[in-house]
């Protein structure tokens, strides 16, 4: 008799154990600083001063990267054309939207942001991260959807209203935390360990090849003594990030092909027409098509093109416009050296880094 009134009374234990309820995480305010990790020969970078990075607030701004409720049918997120493998670029000429339409210019790979000081987007209309973060949300090409919409359906989410609560104190959605966090997560965006960076650091050498492409990289043309003359590449690709921050026409085009205006849209000064802005060329190799429009599949075009492909018009880079003549005069091996040399600045942990996938 006792063995069952033991049993019993041990089944009731156990009855009201399991019908406990489970212990709920209540989301609560976390402003532990983001650990921004960077060389010192990147200088410090100017972060804003109204957004501190945050463990919470970077973790926020990737959920919403990788959130595909950010377009009207919920099928694209902002990793669908920025794509880590690719440079957080895009392979296609032009991305395609959710409404099938091609966007007018080609997808800029996202890294090394946090030292960005001209504007963003290939013609710079934005003047901050958090402004640029919310433009292909709207835009009729890209996600079409409206910035009403994603905060309803944002705000409908208790992952993200909790997360709202740890970044930001409280679990209001809208459209400014939206894009504070986003530019939080997107600049903690880093490349800086390419081979070339190792090479630097007096970890690795260079091939023989590579060593000969990086000296004509550097090197200034110099139309009068062909021997000594180089690819003159650092004068607009330079400093620890292979870019000047400037906006200039390439020679793509002459005046009478220019299709799209660029800069000029923005500054409204026709000296600015046909002017974009000057990429990094920090894992260049993994960000094909080239150029805004993504003309050039392949760095071969590329070097081509500036060795002999170079068009004048009213607005070309005073840059640039020496080498129209001639051309920069690059033999076969001249090329190839330059694209290996090119191909030492991708940087293999950027491309795979877990810290920046989904």
Same mark, same amino acid.
């Given at each position: 008799?006792?063995?069952?009134?033991?049993?019993?009374?041990?089944?009731?234990?156990?009855?009201?154990?399991?019908?406990?309820?489970?212990?709920?995480?209540?989301?609560? !305010?976390? $402003?532990?600083?983001?650990?921004?990790?960077?060389?010192?020969?990147?200088?410090?970078?100017?972060?804003?001063?109204?957004?501190? @990075?945050?463990?919470?607030?970077?973790?926020?701004?990737?959920?919403?990267?990788? *959130?595909?409720?950010?377009?009207?049918?919920?099928? +694209?997120?902002?990793?669908?054309?920025?794509?880590?493998?690719?440079?957080?670029?895009?392979?296609?000429?032009?991305?395609?939207?959710?409404?099938?339409?091609?966007?007018?210019?080609?997808?800029?790979?996202?890294?090394?942001?946090?030292?960005?000081?001209?504007?963003?987007?290939?013609?710079?209309?934005?003047?901050?991260?958090?402004?640029?973060?919310? /433009?292909?949300?709207?835009?009729?090409?890209?996600?079409?959807?409206?910035?009403?919409?994603?905060?309803?359906?944002?705000?409908?989410? /208790?992952? !993200?209203?909790?997360?709202?609560?740890?970044?930001?104190?409280?679990? *209001?959605?809208?459209?400014?935390?939206?894009?504070?966090?986003? *530019?939080?997560?997107?600049?903690?965006?880093?490349?800086?360990?390419?081979?070339?960076? +190792? !090479?630097?650091?007096?970890?690795?050498?260079?091939?023989?090849?590579?060593?000969?492409?990086?000296?004509?990289?550097?090197?200034?043309?110099?139309?009068?003594?062909?021997?000594?003359? $180089?690819?003159?590449?650092?004068?607009?690709?330079?400093?620890?990030?292979?870019?000047?921050?400037?906006?200039?026409?390439?020679?793509?085009?002459?005046?009478?092909?220019?299709?799209?205006?660029?800069?000029?849209?923005?500054?409204? @000064?026709?000296?600015?027409?046909?002017?974009?802005?000057?990429?990094?060329?920090?894992?260049?190799?993994?960000?094909?098509?080239?150029?805004?429009? $993504?003309?050039?599949?392949?760095?071969?075009?590329?070097? *081509?093109?500036?060795?002999?492909?170079?068009?004048?018009?009213?607005?070309?880079?005073?840059?640039?416009?020496?080498?129209?003549?001639?051309?920069?005069?690059?033999?076969? +091996?001249? /090329?190839?050296?330059?694209?290996?040399?090119?191909?030492?600045?991708?940087? +293999?942990?950027?491309?795979?880094?877990?810290?920046?996938?989904?």
């Amino acid at each position: 008799m006792n063995r069952i009134v033991s049993f019993f009374f041990m089944l009731i234990v156990i009855l009201i154990v399991a019908c406990q309820p489970e212990d709920v995480e209540i989301a609560q !305010y976390d $402003g532990t600083l983001y650990n921004f990790v960077f060389p010192e020969n990147f200088g410090d970078p100017e972060l804003p001063k109204d957004n501190n @990075l945050t463990k919470e607030g970077v973790k926020l701004g990737k959920m919403l990267f990788f *959130e595909k409720a950010l377009s009207k049918d919920g099928t +694209q997120s902002c990793a669908s054309c920025h794509v880590q493998n690719d440079g957080f670029s895009d392979k296609n000429q032009f991305s395609k939207g959710v409404d099938g339409l091609l966007g007018k210019r080609q997808a800029m790979p996202i890294f090394n942001l946090a030292w960005h000081k001209t504007g963003f987007f290939w013609d710079g209309r934005a003047a901050t991260l958090r402004e640029q973060s919310l /433009k292909p949300i709207q835009d009729p090409l890209e996600m079409h959807e409206t910035l009403e919409n994603v905060v309803l359906k944002l705000s409908g989410n /208790k992952t !993200y209203t909790d997360q709202f609560i740890r970044a930001f104190g409280t679990p *209001e959605v809208n459209s400014t935390k939206v894009s504070l966090a986003l *530019e939080q997560f997107m600049m903690t965006i880093v490349s800086f360990d390419s081979k070339y960076d +190792q !090479y630097l650091a007096g970890k690795v050498t260079l091939s023989e090849s590579e060593e000969r492409g990086r000296s004509l990289f550097f090197t200034e043309y110099n139309q009068f003594f062909p021997d000594l003359s $180089g690819a003159d590449c650092a004068h607009c690709h330079s400093g620890p990030n292979f870019e000047n921050g400037e906006f200039m026409n390439n020679g793509l085009d002459n005046d009478s092909d220019f299709t799209d205006y660029g800069r000029e849209k923005v500054s409204n @000064l026709a000296s600015d027409r046909a002017a974009f802005l000057m990429p990094s060329l920090r894992n260049v190799a993994h960000t094909a098509p080239y150029m805004h429009d $993504g003309r050039f599949k392949t760095l071969e075009e590329v070097v *081509e093109h500036y060795n002999s492909g170079v068009k004048m018009s009213s607005t070309v880079s005073p840059l640039i416009m020496p080498t129209i003549a001639k051309g920069l005069g690059l033999s076969a +091996q001249d /090329k190839t050296d330059l694209v290996n040399f090119l191909k030492t600045l991708s940087d +293999q942990k950027f491309l795979t880094n877990p810290e920046y996938a989904q």
